[in-house]
Nanobody, 122 residues
Framework: QVQLVESGGGLVQAGGSLRLSCAAS????????MGWFRQAPGKEREFVAV????????AYADSVKGRFTISRDNAKNTVYLQMNSLKPEDTAVYYC???????????????WGQGTQVTVSS
């Protein structure tokens, strides 16, 4: 089991960039596929990106494809989400999550961080 702590959120103007980090505790981090999800006020939590155990395979939501990049450093037990060309509609709480399998659905991930707020102003 891993525990996850996100950081790097904040306020940014439209068109700007942010990099989110998710630090994992535990020795089995490299056994997990890692995902990023987000939840805007009044909306359901939605998939953003996922990366496999080695970092060799990734997948993205259509809404962020070409703008966001997920990566991981297993030596540092950390997964990242580089967000470029941010839009006001990207405003949400962003969550890091871990799964022992592979997926893009909320219920496929069993371990979650506490979330970090990203606000994009127009």
């Amino acid at each position: 089991q891993v525990q996850l702590v996100e950081s790097g959120g904040g306020l940014v103007q439209a068109g700007g960039s942010l990099r989110l980090s998710c630090a994992a505790s535990g020795r089995t981090f490299s056994s997990y596929a890692m995902g990023w999800f987000r939840q805007a006020p009044g909306k359901e939590r939605e998939f953003v990106a996922v990366i496999n155990w080695t970092g060799s395979s990734t997948a993205y939501a259509d809404s962020v494809k070409g703008r966001f990049t997920i990566s991981r450093d297993n030596a540092k037990n950390t997964v990242y989400l580089q967000m470029n060309s941010l839009k006001p509609e990207d405003t949400a709480v962003y969550y890091c999550a871990a799964t022992t399998h592979w997926g893009t659905l909320v219920n496929e991930f069993g371990t979650w961080g506490q979330g970090t707020q990203v606000t994009v102003s127009s």
